[in-house]
């Protein structure tokens, strides 16, 4: 049996770079890539140096976030073919219950797996998904770009469950790489007016390139700078995308009266509220919204093409902390534990891949 280079995750702190058999098109439907690219997700890290380990019967490769080349496909597959630029769609549904025939595929409680997690995903030299999971990256979408597709429908998911209207003030919680796509798929519909919160200057500064208009670093008076810079009326829509605790509850101070919450980030710790913090959703009367992947009908849904199209506009340059051979992980996953990484950690699992668009 011939075999591939993965890396295969077993649990918490346990990463194995190790083989894997080759994929192989075993049904009509199947489409193999050959990787060029993976990035590392927060929830990710979580998985495998944080607090958010899961258990798994089979150990497969990890990675939801890549792109690569088609290499291989079905005989019933007709929307790509070999040679194909693509990136992946990591859920799976099943298309047939209440949730995926009600607009609801993103909660469909009936999936075989999300690739890269149960069913073998990106950080390999070869990814084997169906046809349905698939989407072909336009001409001028590298695929090191490609790799942030899938964080990208991420934000473009929450700018449409949040049904965004970019006439009003608009806040960004929390710039990390989802703050930051948020940021600019907010701006590439034409957001006239965005304040990005952060904790770090280096966060915000990038921010400021990207197009924020106004910055507020959260370690001083932020509450004071957003009542000053509004006019004490606050914002219009929030976006919160950092997962914390501290976002969390600033989110809800920082919407105006009758504003949009969104929350986006995935929250990886206690939250407590004291009743008048809470009582503020009361009082503002909020539409809180929450937001969940990247999904909806008919799937994978409009996020992905949308994405695919936004790609271009947006810029990469400062969100990559490093790009790495994938037996470099283990050191980048070392930086990750001490707090050092400043992006995402993008790995390149074909070296005759094209190099990235800029240093990193
Ligand atoms: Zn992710
Ligand atoms: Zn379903």
New binding site residues.
């Given amino acids: 049996m011939s075999i591939i280079k993965a890396l295969v995750y077993y649990g918490k702190e346990d990463l194995r770079l190790e083989d894997f058999p080759t994929p192989r098109i075993e049904s009509g439907t199947e489409v193999i890539i050959k990787v060029h690219y993976a990035g590392v ?4 890290l979580a998985r495998i140096i944080g607090d958010a380990a899961i258990p798994l019967e089979h150990p497969v490769p990890h990675g ?2 890549f792109a690569g080349v088609v290499q291989e496909v079905g005989s019933r597959v007709t929307t790509v073919r070999p040679g194909d630029r693509v990136a992946v769609a990591p859920k799976t549904v099943c298309g047939i219950c209440e949730d995926c025939r009600n607009d609801r595929v993103g909660q469909c409680a009936n999936t075989r797996g999300f690739i890269g997690v149960k069913l073998p995903g990106g950080w390999a030299e070869y990814c084997k998904v169906e046809e349905q999971n698939v989407v072909k990256l336009p001409d001028n979408v590298s695929t090191f770009a490609g790799a942030f597709l ?2 990208l429908t ?1 934000a473009v998911h929450g700018l449409r469950v949040g049904e965004y209207t970019p006439g009003g003030r608009t806040a960004i919680v929390g710039c990390g790489t989802i703050g930051a796509l948020t940021l600019q798929a907010a701006l590439a519909q034409g957001a006239s007016e965005v304040t990005a919160f952060d904790s770090s200057g280096r966060a915000l500064a990038l921010a400021k390139e990207m197009g924020a208009h106004f910055t507020v670093c959260t370690t001083g008076d932020w509450r004071a700078q957003a009542w000053e810079q509004t006019g004490g009326r606050l914002y219009d829509t929030v976006f919160e995308t950092g997962g914390a605790a501290f976002t969390e509850k600033a989110a809800i101070e920082l919407t105006g009266a009758h504003g949009t919450l969104v929350y986006i980030g995935t929250p990886f710790s206690q939250i407590v509220f004291s009743p008048q913090e809470f009582e503020q959703i009361n009082r503002k009367e909020l539409w809180i919204r929450g937001s969940w992947q990247s999904y909806s009908t008919p799937f994978p849904g409009a996020e992905w093409p949308t994405a695919a199209r936004l790609l271009p506009k947006i810029r990469l340059e400062g969100m990559v902390d490093r790009v790495i051979a994938p037996e470099k992980i283990f050191d980048a996953l070392e930086d990750a534990r001490a707090k050092r990484l400043h992006g995402k950690i993008m790995m390149r699992w074909d070296t005759a891949a094209d190099p990235p668009p800029f240093a990193c």
Avoid: K
Avoid at 41 to 44: K, L, V
């Fill in positions: 997700c927060g929830s990710e939801h976030e899938e964080p991420v």
